[in-house]
């Protein structure tokens, strides 16, 4: 195995751990409940459809 590869690897095995935590820690989070998110989701909408009438 040449070093370069060895680098590559183990970038990738940092990256993968990162990548993991960042994962877990979001999912671990308070979360939005779902009628929020819908509501603001409805606004946006709203808010893009009231610029396209005018």
Known sequence: MHESE???EEHAARYDRWFRNKVAASLAGPG?????????????????????QT
């Open 6 to 8: 060895i680098e590559t």
């Open 32 to 52: 939005t409940p779902h009628g929020e998110v819908m509501a603001r989701i409805d606004a946006i909408i709203e808010e893009a459809e009231r610029k396209q």
